[in-house]
């Protein structure tokens, strides 16, 4: 007789049942109540309360919607995006250069670390007012602060990164007679990629927080700016529709690194569930 | 290891010189000292040559830092924003590590928060500055909420993937020995996640001092950022470092604080690695 | 056609760099012909593996000199090259890419590189696995990645440091009998470092005993059993075993 399938086993126990359903079958079900819940309730108090003070999700939609049909919305935008790319371009250049040579070579890093350790400790956002009176309000000041906030991720990842390649790897690019500099881009950099791009992924909340203060502060353009400046004029509901971009800019910017880094650094992910 | 005879022979037949030729990478610690050393020096003889409304140098720095000390106002600005950051800070852990606790155990409660955690985590919360301040006034009040939220989500969500990493066999030996809900709580997720909630803490510390910055530079009436943009404007850069450097020290105080606090709580966390 | 003569290592502590920590070679000399088959048999801290590196050139010897051909070499060359034992694959590349390594080193143009890897791989039976990555098959096809690698660049010397000490039992067998294949068909010399002596018989022309601290050849055990040795049983024959025991005695002593 041959042998019953898993089907038939289960048919002939009698164990094909209905599963009891459960409300954790429908996670989203769960969230979207919840969101739902919530800004209805916020609708209904936010409607009550001084609108100084507290707006309510309708109002937020329809400042939306207004700021969006004069433009002012994208303009701005574009403007922080402009900003916030350049100055991640700058820090993703310089950190992983500074930590590809600190992580080589030891001397460097012994020349390099004590300056960029104490720069590190400081809170990054004291150095405003000081970069202010440096560099003016203009686009300068803004890319060197995100510069400042993104820099430092970037840069002790991959330092580590490189440290942490394996010694037996550039052994091997040495026996195979490969150059320094092959050495370099062909064995060092890939094998710390996968460190190098979870800095990267680190720096670009820290990215959009600096590019938050640098506009906060210097307040001419920006999102940053229209914050401060619907602030100062008791517009709460523009206020939020800001905030809210901030919140899509932060989760778009998140996932965007995070699908990156898996791209990416493929090999590490596969090596690592394997063992 | 010692060496034994026949190598003791070997070593005096070779005659190698025991004296290595020079090498940089044998003296880092004395090349760390010469780079500071270098920068503080050519700090204090080009400094004084740059106008003292850009640039300070250490010296000038030194006197004014016993000028602010004198004066007193240093200490109580110092004292007045360390009072709202123990405040928030603490408000903070004891919320995230609950709310962490709660949503990495039921599933309830993780699909009913987590929209907002995710949101609100991906949301620069330097961008709720001109909000609260809004909503709670130039005060105390306003401040100590944005040390809060800043302080806040790293710990609510090392917690909550703390608890999710406790593996299930670690729950189910509670279980196999008895254990009731509660005692599994406090007796395995709790220590079991503790490493990654000190993770969380040692973020959030970090954190919630740059928003208490961020927030007394916005407002700029009391604290530490007040006296910053205060020194800024009167292009007083001598007394400018003063708080700047206060913080650098502040911060690297409170991380290596949490780390040894670390250590303490999770010992078995560091062998466990090692091994 | 290789010279060792009177070599010697050692290494100093890493914290004291002025303190002796191992004396790793103390006066080492020996030669190789062409196309022998060399084993380098010792127990752990004999420095077996400090000479091969020495003799690949990734470490420099603090007395003595290697001549290849009558030429003193001290750094890395075109006429010797190594297999490691940990396989020193690159994990980002796939098994073709890791193989074209050494060529596109060499400058190798693209096409010809791939065409002469292909040729190598399929030597060693990978055909049909070039677009794997290294995690994905098993220890035994890795260290055969590495040793198409090594062979791609056809060196005069193939150094091999306990090639198949990351294998299993089976594999390992398998893998021996295939290299003496290999080599049969080629003119390369091979030094292979092992620790176990079945390994070191059934492979060599020449087994190199050595002893540690200091580290130093103890004696050179001809190997004089028929060649091919993959057809028939080798490890039954009488001399097989006389050679183990007398080198196990070596050992020992």
């Not at chain 1, 979207?32 to 309360?49: D, K, N, Q, T």
Request: proline share 4%; net charge positive.
């Amino acid at each position: 007789m041959a042998t019953p399938t898993d089907e038939q086993i289960i048919d002939e126990l009698g164990l094909r049942r209905e599963r009891a359903r459960s409300i954790y079958d429908h996670p989203n079900l769960i969230r979207a109540a919840s969101v739902l819940c919530f800004l209805a309730l916020w609708e209904v108090y936010g409607r009550r309360s001084d609108p100084l003070l507290l707006t309510y999700p309708t109002a937020v939609f329809w400042a939306a919607i207004q700021l969006i049909r004069t433009g002012e919305l994208l303009r701005q935008a574009a403007v922080s995006l402009a900003t916030l790319g350049v100055g991640f371009g700058v820090s993703i250049a310089l950190g992983v250069g500074l930590g590809l040579l600190t992580g080589r070579s030891r001397v460097a890093e012994a020349v390099l670390d004590p300056h960029l350790n104490a720069l590190y400790a400081t809170p990054q956002v004291a150095l405003t007012p000081l970069l202010m009176m440096w560099l003016g309000l203009g686009f300068a000041v803004k890319v060197v602060i995100i510069f400042l906030f993104a820099f430092f991720p970037i840069l002790i990842n991959t330092t580590s990164g490189v440290k942490n390649v394996s010694a037996s790897l550039v052994e091997v690019g040495h026996a195979y007679l490969a150059s320094e500099r092959q050495i370099l881009f062909k064995v060092v950099f890939p094998a710390a990629l996968p460190f190098i791009m979870a800095g990267i992924r680190l720096a670009v909340g820290r990215a959009l927080v600096g590019m938050v203060v640098a506009e906060l502060f210097t307040a001419i353009t920006g999102l940053g700016a229209m914050l401060t400046l619907y602030g100062n004029l008791f517009e709460t509901a523009k206020m939020f529709v800001v905030i809210v971009v901030f919140g899509l800019l932060g989760v778009g910017l998140i996932r965007a690194t995070q699908a990156l880094e898996t791209r990416m650094a493929r090999w590490k992910e596969t090596e690592r569930a394997n063992r | 290891m010692a060496l034994n005879a026949l190598e003791q022979q070997a070593l005096t037949d070779l005659d190698l010189s025991r004296a290595r030729p020079f090498r940089l990478a044998d003296r880092l610690g004395a090349v760390r000292v010469l780079s500071v050393g270098l920068l503080i020096l050519a700090w204090e003889i080009f400094g004084r040559d740059v106008n003292p409304l850009f640039l300070s140098y250490p010296s000038a720095i030194a006197r004014a830092t016993m000028q602010l000390l004198t004066a007193g106002e240093f200490q109580r600005q110092a004292l007045g924003s360390l009072q709202v950051y123990a405040i928030g800070l603490s408000a903070a852990l004891l919320l995230g590590i609950a709310l962490g606790l709660l949503m990495g155990r039921y599933r309830l409660a993780e699909y009913i928060l987590d929209p907002y955690v995710y949101a609100l985590d991906a949301t620069p919360r330097v961008a709720l500055i001109p909000l609260l301040l809004l909503w709670f006034g130039l005060g105390p009040m306003s401040k100590i909420a944005i040390v809060f939220l800043s302080g806040l989500f790293p710990v609510l969500m090392n917690t909550f993937s703390g608890v999710r990493t406790v593996s299930a066999s670690l729950v189910e030996v509670g279980r196999a020995y008895g254990a009731g809900e509660r005692n599994i709580f406090a007796k395995i997720i709790l220590p079991a996640s503790l490493p990654f909630i000190m993770a969380g803490i040692r973020l959030a510390v970090g954190r919630a001092l740059i928003g208490i910055i961020t927030a007394e530079m916005f407002a700029a009436v009391t604290g530490l950022g007040a006296l910053l943009i205060r020194y800024s404007s009167a292009l007083a850069t001598d007394k400018f470092f003063v708080p700047v450097i206060f913080l650098a020290v502040l911060g690297v105080i409170l991380s290596h604080a949490v780390e040894l606090w670390e250590k303490r709580l999770a010992p078995w966390k560091e062998t466990e690695r090692a091994l | 056609m290789l010279e060792v003569r009177q070599l010697s290592k050692v290494f100093f502590e890493q914290n004291d760099p002025s303190k002796p920590g191992l004396v790793a070679l103390y006066d080492v000399s020996f030669s190789v012909r062409k196309n022998e088959f060399v084993c380098l048999l010792g127990p752990s801290g004999c420095g077996k593996t400090t000479l091969i590196r020495v003799i690949a050139g990734l470490i420099q010897a603090d007395r003595g000199e290697i001549r290849v051909d009558g030429k003193p070499v001290t750094a890395p060359g075109r006429d010797r090259c190594m297999v490691f034992q940990q396989f020193g694959l690159l994990p980002w590349r796939t098994v073709l890419g890791n193989v074209e390594f050494g060529l596109e080193i060499d400058g190798i143009p693209r096409e010809q590189r791939r065409e002469i890897s292909r040729r190598y791989l399929e030597l060693v039976g990978l055909h049909g696995f070039e677009n794997y990555y290294p995690h994905q098959i098993s220890g035994g096809m890795q260290q055969r990645v590495g040793i198409a690698r090594a062979l791609s660049k056809e060196p005069d010397i193939l150094l091999m440091d306990e090639p198949f000490g990351a294998v299993d039992a089976q594999t390992r067998e398998q893998l021996q009998e295939e290299l003496l294949k290999i080599w049969s068909k080629t003119d390369t010399t091979v030094i292979f470092v092992t620790h176990s002596i079945d390994e070191s018989v059934y492979l060599s022309d020449r087994v190199i005993v050595m002893q540690s601290r200091p580290g130093r050849i103890k004696e050179e055990v001809r190997v004089e059993l028929p060649r091919p040795r993959w057809e028939g049983d080798v490890k039954a024959d009488p001399r097989f075993a006389e050679l183990r025991a007398r080198i196990r005695e070596s050992l020992r002593g």
